[in-house]
Structures are given as C-alpha cells and as structure tokens.
C-alpha cells in the first residue's frame, strides 16, 4: 500500500501516492524499471522470496516490478481498495476477474448495457470453459436479480453506466443479492473513476481500462482489477499470472505521469461533458441526450446518490425523424471530434453507437439513432462550433431531400 498519509485529501494523496520515499536523495519520479530476469544472490535467497508469491517482490518479470508495484498502489488507493492487479488492457481486466471468480461450471448474473467484448469473451471462450451467463435488464430490481441466482451464481457483475446506453445500475443494491448468496460483486468502474468508490458501495473488486482516463493521453493500453480482502487479491493474482497477464513497464509508468493531472483533467472533463451535454439538450434536432449528471436523464437519481462526479463521456439519441445515415452525415462534418473507439484521452472523440448495441431484453431506449461523445480538453467554445457547424450541414442534407 502507498506510504502517504491517509488525512491528506485526494488531490494531494494524487500527487504523492506511488512515489518511493527516500531519505536521502532521489528524483521526484520513480525510475522506469525494465526487466525480465532477476538475479539472486543463492537458491536459498531465491526459495526465500518465491515463498511470498503474492508480495510486491522480485522474482521474474511476469510478476512484474518495481514501477508495477507503484501504479498498483496508486491505483489502489483511488480505488479505496487495498491491492490492485495490473494487466495489459482494459478487456484483459475483465476477463481475468471473470476467470478468477466464475471457474468452469459456475454461473454469473451481467447486466445488459455491459461493454460488448465483455459479451463476446461469455459467449465464445468464457462459454467453452463452461462459464455461463445470464442476461439482467441493468435496472432490475432486487425481487427479479434475486429469482436469478442459481446455485452455482458465483458473480454478479456490474457496469455503471452501462456501455453506449449509459443506465447508472443501484450497486448497492446489487452487493445485497450478491452476498445473500455468498458471490461476489464484480464492477467495471472505468465511467466512474475517482468519482465512484466502489468498495463503499459493496463491490469486491473493481474493474479499470486503464487505457482510458488513468492514462488519459491516448498512448497506451492497460487494464487494473483492485480487490479488498487478501482472500480475493490471492485468487486474483495467482489467475493473472498463470494466464500470464503482464503490462510493459513502459505504459505503468506513462500511467503513473498521466495520474499526476488526473484531479485536474477529471474535474475539466466533467465540467466541459456537462456544458457540452446541456447545449446539446438544447438543440431542436436532439431527442435525448443520456449524461447522468444532467438533472431529468434516465439515472440521475441514482448518479447523485452514489458518485461524487461524472467523467465526459455520454450518449445522444437524435430526434427519431433522423435517419441513420443522417447521423453519419453530421458525424463525418465533425472537425474536432475524432472518429475512433476508446475514450479518456485529451482529444475529443465520436462515434455512432445505434449499430454496436447489443441487447437481449428489450428497452424503451431512444428511438432515434444514437452517437457517443468523449468530450475532450479543448475549449468548448469550440466544441459547440464544431457540433453547430455539423448540425447545419445535417438540417442542408435535409432540406435538399425535401
Ligand atoms: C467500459 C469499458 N470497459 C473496458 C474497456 C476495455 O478497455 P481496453 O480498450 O483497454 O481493452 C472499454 C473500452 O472501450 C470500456 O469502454
């Protein structure tokens, strides 16, 4: 665990959490540490530290090493958990924790809205290891998530909002089914950084893309899973690394820079999310626009209970008189908005959603079709511009064909 001083608030814990202290003298950064083969002084050394399989210590690269070790602290403690596991993307993430805790022949509950690869490993490799999945609506309630445990329910798994849908989920609630049936809480809580505490709300153990805003600068893939029980940490670390789950040490430390501003790029983003978001509920072409933190959007209620903040990335569902390729018209005029996946990063990013959702249970979503925006750090002044100017070219196409 880091060695800062737990009274301090967030924002200074940030800047010194996952820094070696030392007496003498040292650069404020940990050094970059690259390695595969460690050395020992006598077997007996060796023996003695490979007793301690899930200590912080040396023993071969997979188990990884020092700038490891100080990113897993830090993100420990923004987590609020106790050990973190880091692995190489966010999707490794999940599904190492998924393998940890739902072996061949168990079961887990995963709501609908969860990120579509999470679906895609359950149905193809999860399900030849004999994991299987039901499929919760992501605001079930506690009556119908409860009708769902079978016997050998190991998992309930969360993700709050829900993948392009955006659905806050009630994870207390949801901690309550679980332990009644003695499985645990797994959450994807890569929306929620720094503003959701998962294990204040029951989660045992906390799912980070850590490509998205721990990095924040879009130059790197990395996945964390952090746990609160040694019992659990155990289980997740020997399953890490026997898939033989491992991040480059390069990537840990950029994340390690990119955590020093995460204070400050997290407040900017959910300030300019939240502009951007109002200007759009504004605009006569939007029919919704789904940001939980904007009072009236489906999950508000829930987002002011549990999160402390939101991060910049939502959905907007255009007036159902827009077409599909309407959409894709005004998204290609888009100058400042990059076309691409992923999010967290400086840049601002679009992409059409209505096509990537899968769904089992149907729901009232919007009916006209849908795009994701991750609002960037730019200035929103010139974001609104920019999604102005793609409305006019939107509302000419329009016009022409009339
Ligand atoms: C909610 C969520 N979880 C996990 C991931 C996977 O992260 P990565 O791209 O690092 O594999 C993503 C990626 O978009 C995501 O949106």
């Known amino acids: 665990m880091s060695d800062t001083d737990g009274n301090y608030r967030f924002g200074t814990r940030l800047v010194q959490m996952g820094r070696p202290q030392s007496d ?10 690259r390695g595969s083969s460690v050395l020992f002084a006598s077997v007996a050394a060796r023996d003695a530290v490979r007793e301690r399989p899930f200590d912080q210590v040396l023993t071969y690269g997979l188990k990884g090493g020092p700038t490891h070790f100080h990113l897993e602290d830090a993100i420990a ?35 609908d809205s969860v ?18 999945a039901t499929y919760y ?18 998992v309930v ?8 849908t955006m659905e806050i989920q009630d994870v207390p609630m949801l901690s309550r089914v679980a332990r009644s049936a003695n499985a645990k809480l797994l959450m994807d809580n890569t929306w929620g950084l720094s503003f959701f505490k998962p294990f204040e709300h029951g989660v045992d153990c906390s799912i980070q893309a850590g490509t998205k805003y721990i990095g924040g600068h879009s130059d790197l893939l990395l996945g964390a899973i952090t746990t609160n029980s040694d019992e659990d940490w155990q289980r997740l670390r020997s399953t890490a690394v026997t898939l033989g789950q491992y991040a480059s040490p390069d990537d840990c430390w950029l994340a390690l820079r990119g955590l020093r501003t995460l204070r400050v790029r997290m407040a900017e983003h959910m300030r300019a999310g939240i502009e951007v978001a109002q200007w759009l509920r504004g605009r006569p072409e939007v029919g919704e626009v789904l940001h939980p933190a904007l009072p009236g959007a489906p999950g508000h ?55 990537t959702i899968t ?25 609104i511009a920019d999604l102005e100017a793609g409305f006019a070219v939107l509302n000419k196409i329009r016009a022409q064909r009339t």
């Open 24 to 33: 003498e003298q040292s650069f404020v950064n940990p050094p970059l540490e």
């Open 137 to 154: 609506p992501p605001d079930m309630d506690e009556a119908g998530l409860r009708s769902l445990m079978q016997d050998n329910t190991t």
């Open 301 to 355: 209620e829930l987002w002011k209970r549990d999160f402390s903040g939101a991060c910049s990335l939502f959905s907007v569902a255009l007036d159902p008189s827009y077409s599909y390729d309407d959409m894709v018209a005004l998204i290609d005029a888009l100058k400042l908005f990059g076309i691409g996946a992923s999010w967290g990063g400086f840049e601002s990013l679009v992409m059409p959603t209505t096509r």
């Open 359 to 383: 769904r089992q249970h149907h729901r009232e979503h919007p009916a006209g079709p849908m795009l994701r925006l991750h609002v960037g750090l730019e200035d929103t002044r010139d974001l």
């Open 157 to 164: 798994y969360a993700e709050s909002p829900g993948s392009h």
């Open 77 to 111: 403690e923004i987590e609020g958990g106790s050990r973190c596991q880091i692995v190489s993307t966010g999707l490794a993430a999940v599904t190492t924790a998924l393998f940890a805790f739902v072996r061949g022949g168990g079961h887990c509950l995963i709501p």
């Open 115 to 132: 990120y579509g690869p999470t679906r895609t490993f359950l149905a193809t490799i999860g399900k030849e290891c004999g994991i299987s």
